[in-house]
């Protein structure tokens, strides 16, 4: 589904500055699987994500999507395949647009858009719906502009927006670090909700180990641009925090990795 | 007497202010939907007054020589979004660099630095004709124009392409992420606005009976400074008001606009003081909530 290809990411190239933000990684991860990823700050977590959404086309290697290779498509090309989800909450809608207008622009992923009406009426129906799923009572505002939404009501509606159109692969970037702890368990639920019922290919970088360990069936610690640990399956089931610490935890001096 | 010099305003300033009115609507597009600070404008407006006046002195028709302007005025908007989003210059100076060029390009159009069209058939002459006095018809022709424009701007934001647009101006990484390729709204959108530009700039041409290649100077601030107006009058909250309001906001403000001005030549201001006057009164509109320490006051702008 999702092939890294011996795949280097270079900053700054060629100056004092050059940093190794990812080192020849190659990874595949397979159609359904829900794959977290760990690693301390500049580990090279969040660059992996945006090499895949094309946001950075990689120094060497090659990114392939469902078989074909993605290197030289750009960023808006590419979205017909994902969805994302940034930890910024203000970042995964249009504040100054309703509810149903960002449902709307998220239904056309990827799609070639006209001078149709912005706004599908039949599926109305459907939004609301969605939206009741996710018990905010947001299926009764359609018609709020999104600025009056809370962080964690508006991380909901990314959460919402990013699967309505079921892309290929669903990109995570710490998407629940700015939510109040209460708030990020219920959108982490409700994440790994719509994930299992759709049997979504997911990629999620989080800081928590916890929260690494407890959801997806496979984990990938990264370390210094390169892959230190992966771990799948009945392993991953077993694996616990003390676990990781214990071989690990002299390269995980992130403490927010730990708790 | 004050009452007298009140009323005696109010046709004027309804004529001009529904004029300039198409100016306004280009800078909602360009400032306000898509959150580009584009100075095009003060280039575009001469452009469309420019293109109009030699083509109409040429023999074309007058209603195909506005529709030519208003082409060139899109092309210009164009122009601009392609230095900004291709050629990665930053916004202002795209508009600042396209205004300069125009200045040579409609002074070229023209010939010379004025056109008058007076003594030709131009699409005022018919109203002009009338049996009423000029402003019945020249208000109603204006009215209709950019009541016109409105709803088809409206219309327009409702589209798909018009959420698009919307969203380029709110939060580009997202609609980009959605497939949107967002530098090509840019360059459609600044095409957009500066094309209701040179149509504003082709009919105030043939209304005032000459163009002239400094009729332009000072449009992008009273253009801004008549959706400040309006804006505060008719309570248009950012991030959560209507697009059909946001556009309304901009003919009253042009209306209103043109009063003030109009009120405050009667009263004695020198008419070689107004763009200062109309500088300072953005300046105050913009500057008030910065000192009252409000942050939503401030204008979300890209590029700057």
Partial sequence: ?259 | MLLTTFLRTIPVSLEQGLAYALVALGIVISFRILSFPDLTVDGSFPLGAAVAARLITEGVPPIWSVAAAVAAGFIAGCGTGYLNTKLKINSLLSGILMMTILYSVNLRIMGRSNIQLLTVETLMTPLENMQVSRFIPMITFFFLVAVAVKILTDLFLHTQIGFAMRATGDNEQMIRSLGVNTDNITVFGLGLSNAYVALSGALVAQAQGFADVGMGIGMIVAGLASIIIGESIMGVRKGSSSMIKLTAAAIVGSILYKFIIALGLRLGLAPTDLKMATGVMVILALGIPALRKEKEGKLHLRGV
């Fill in chain 1, 1 to 259: 589904m999702l092939r890294f290809e011996q795949v280097k990411k270079i900053f700054k190239k060629g100056t004092i500055d050059e940093k190794v933000a990812v080192d020849g990684i190659s990874l595949h991860v397979k159609h359904g699987d829900f794959l977290t990823v760990i690693g301390s700050n500049g580990a090279g977590k969040t660059t992996l994500l945006n090499l895949v959404a094309g946001i950075y086309v990689p120094d060497e290697g090659n990114i392939f999507i469902d078989g074909g290779c993605v290197n030289s498509l750009p960023e808006h090309r590419r979205a017909g395949y994902l969805g994302r989800i940034f930890q910024d909450p203000l970042m995964g809608t249009a504040a100054s647009m309703t509810i149903e207008e960002n449902l709307a622009m998220a239904d056309l992923r990827g799609r070639k858009r006209g001078l149709g009406r912005g706004i599908n009426p039949a599926r109305r129906k459907h939004y609301r719906e969605s939206l009741a799923m996710l018990d905010l009572g947001l299926e009764q505002r359609l018609k709020d502009s999104v600025s009056l939404l809370s962080g964690g009501q508006r991380q909901s509606l990314t959460l919402l927006m990013a699967t309505l159109s079921m892309p290929k692969v669903l990109l995570l970037d710490e998407h629940t670090a700015a939510l109040d702890p209460k708030t990020a368990q219920k959108v982490m639920e409700l994440t790994a909700r719509i994930i299992n019922e759709n049997a979504l290919t997911t990629i999620m970088v989080t800081h928590n180990m916890q929260q690494a360990i407890r959801y997806g069936n496979r984990m990938v610690m990264l370390h210094e641009g390169r892959v230190k640990f992966d771990v799948r399956g009945l392993e991953k089931q077993a694996l616990t925090v003390e676990e990781v610490v214990r071989r690990f935890g002299s390269e995980l001096k992130d403490e927010a990795l730990l708790c």
